[in-house]
């Protein structure tokens, strides 16, 4: 489905160009889900609990490593195709966050769930001293939110797409020490 987005966009996306890329037959996405939508739904569920998945964590690396290196490895865990691909379709078809959020809950869809770790590591490492006191990390973290989506959506297959964002969040990072004071 990424590489459908990718070659036509989301606004383009059929059953016929899904199942034509898969090397199956039309039926067989019907013989699954009752209508287009329904798949797009799947989808977009299955992407977003996926990107929660490799933020889960985040919090818990509080005072482990570095607060750029964290943060970068927990942001780009999900392959940047798949994050472009989600991203496009649910701006192009904005009833797909409710969707989701029916399903997993509020706040999960897309990259809330990422904002949202983020938001709690950073708040970690501020309890720690590793963070300044007066970090705003919910800023911080829309930011670092920010930062991922754009790059997605303009360099996502790039090879500089990586090295773009960890230089970014280090950047966001800089003064934020290595270690507790």
């Known amino acids: 489905m990424e590489r459908v ?25 019907f013989a699954h889900f009752a209508t287009f939508d ?7 569920v299955d992407r977003s609990f996926q990107l929660a998945s490799t933020v889960a964590g985040l919090p818990a690396r509080a005072g482990t490593g570095t607060v750029a290196g964290n ?28 969707d989701v959020e029916a399903v997993l809950g509020n706040g999960t869809a897309g990259l809330r769930t990422l904002e949202s ?8 490492e501020r309890h720690l001293g590793r963070v300044p006191e007066d970090a705003d990390t919910e800023a911080l973290a829309l930011t670092v939110a920010s930062v991922l989506h754009h790059v997605a959506l303009t360099d996502g297959t790039s090879p500089m797409a990586h090295p773009r964002i960890r230089r970014a969040l280090a950047a966001l990072t800089n003064d934020f020490p290595a270690v507790a004071p």
């Open 5 to 29: 987005i990718a070659a036509t966009g989301p606004s383009r996306l059929t059953s016929r160009a899904v199942t034509a890329e898969a090397g199956v037959a039309t039926g067989l996405l």
């Open 38 to 44: 329904d798949f797009l739904v799947g989808y977009a």
């Open 71 to 98: 943060l970068s490895e927990a942001v780009l865990a999900t392959p940047l195709g798949t994050l472009s691909a989600t991203t496009r379709l649910m701006a192009c078809r904005p009833e797909l966050a409710a």
């Open 117 to 124: 770790a983020v938001a709690g590591y950073l708040a970690a």
